[in-house]
């Protein structure tokens, strides 16, 4: 018994010899820095030669934020609507494509290769040039009759996610090269008997598509939702990060500023993953 336990304790000592180089940068560069921007925006901070200064403002970062500074308050709007419709459009847009790939068809390795593609040029600053070149939308959509026609005649709550799916086709079908490797890997752990059984029982593929494709890969589905989210919240385009980065180097507002920002902007986030959670995450009783 006590050499049983000698093991078991030397095993313990062995994991936790492993796992100690991520357990000190995750202190030291992640937690730590968590505090300090706490610290930071409650206060106004100030580089000078003998060090940092800061001075206690209590609440007036987080106000100035949300209520004075016209750049937070223009690009917050910004975001929060790609959040709304970027978000769903992608995964909606990655559950088709992973039902044409996981279809038996000639080539589709090639095809499935060819989807995934843009995941690895669109990382780093790259999109960014392609975004500035006009590659990554539709040219001269607003001449086609069809998108006038929704524009001028349906009423703009419906016509608003239509006219945002035209008008960022191309970008959705960028970013959804890591979703659909996902929902089809999902697909494809779907064991074929049961959709077989399903077409005995007279089931049509529309139903086979809400009764089995969808509640099997609903975790995938909150799995996706939360890297979309994600991925589109830290992205180098997105308004709110770029506004944050200028604030830092600002004299007017400084990294107390910034901190305050940071912070309301992670509670976004946070929010939006919590909204996916409910919609998605939770299992059925």
Same mark, same amino acid.
């Given at each position: 018994?006590?050499?049983?336990? /000698?093991?078991?304790?030397? &095993?313990?000592?062995?994991?936790?010899?492993?796992?100690?180089?991520?357990?000190?940068?995750?202190? =030291?560069?992640?937690?730590?820095? #968590? *505090?300090?921007?706490?610290?930071?925006?409650?206060?106004?901070?100030?580089?000078?030669?003998?060090?940092?200064?800061?001075?206690?403002?209590?609440?007036?970062?987080?106000?100035?934020?949300?209520?004075?500074?016209?750049?937070?308050?223009?690009?917050?709007?910004?975001?929060?609507?790609?959040?709304? *419709?970027?978000?769903?459009?992608?995964?909606?847009?990655?559950?088709?494509?992973?039902?044409?790939?996981?279809?038996?068809?000639?080539?589709?390795?090639?095809?499935?290769?060819?989807?995934?593609?843009?995941?690895?040029?669109?990382?780093?600053?790259? =999109?960014?040039? %392609?975004?500035?070149?006009?590659?990554?939308?539709?040219?001269?959509?607003?001449?086609?009759?069809?998108?006038?026609?929704?524009?001028?005649?349906?009423?703009?709550?419906?016509?608003?996610? %239509?006219?945002?799916?035209?008008?960022?086709?191309?970008?959705? #079908?960028?970013?959804? +090269?890591?979703?659909?490797?996902?929902?089809?890997?999902?697909?494809? &752990?779907?064991?074929?008997?049961?959709?077989?059984?399903?077409?005995?029982?007279?089931?049509?593929? $529309?139903?086979?598509?809400?009764?089995?494709?969808?509640?099997?890969? /609903?975790?995938?589905?909150?799995?996706?939702?939360?890297?979309?989210?994600?991925?589109?919240?830290?992205?180098?385009?997105?308004?709110?990060?770029?506004?944050? /980065?200028?604030?830092?180097?600002?004299?007017?507002?400084?990294? +107390?500023?910034?901190?305050?920002?940071? $912070?309301?902007?992670?509670?976004?986030?946070?929010?939006?993953?919590?909204?996916?959670?409910?919609?998605?995450?939770?299992?059925?009783?």
């Amino acid at each position: 018994m006590g050499r049983r336990l /000698k093991l078991s304790n030397r &095993k313990q000592l062995i994991g936790l010899v492993f796992v100690s180089p991520w357990v000190l940068g995750f202190l =030291i560069f992640t937690l730590f820095p #968590l *505090f300090t921007t706490v610290m930071y925006s409650f206060n106004t901070v100030r580089f000078k030669l003998g060090g940092i200064e800061t001075t206690f403002v209590k609440m007036k970062n987080y106000t100035d934020v949300l209520l004075k500074d016209p750049g937070f308050k223009l690009a917050l709007p910004e975001y929060l609507v790609d959040l709304f *419709f970027f978000v769903p459009m992608v995964l909606v847009f990655s559950i088709m494509l992973s039902l044409l790939l996981n279809a038996e068809l000639k080539g589709r390795s090639l095809f499935r290769a060819l989807f995934f593609l843009p995941v690895i040029i669109i990382s780093g600053p790259v =999109i960014e040039n %392609i975004q500035a070149m006009g590659a990554a939308s539709l040219q001269g959509l607003s001449n086609f009759p069809v998108y006038r026609f929704i524009h001028d005649s349906i009423p703009n709550f419906i016509a608003a996610p %239509i006219l945002y799916v035209f008008e960022n086709a191309v970008l959705i #079908l960028w970013y959804t +090269g890591v979703q659909t490797l996902i929902f089809l890997s999902a697909m494809q &752990k779907i064991d074929k008997s049961i959709y077989e059984a399903s077409m005995v029982d007279g089931a049509s593929s $529309w139903q086979q598509f809400w009764k089995i494709t969808i509640p099997t890969i /609903k975790p995938f589905i909150f799995l996706n939702a939360v890297y979309t989210i994600v991925d589109v919240s830290m992205s180098t385009m997105n308004p709110v990060i770029t506004e944050i /980065k200028k604030a830092m180097f600002d004299i007017k507002k400084g990294f +107390g500023f910034a901190s305050a920002a940071s $912070w309301i902007y992670f509670l976004i986030i946070l929010s939006a993953i919590l909204l996916s959670y409910l919609l998605f995450g939770r299992e059925e009783k």
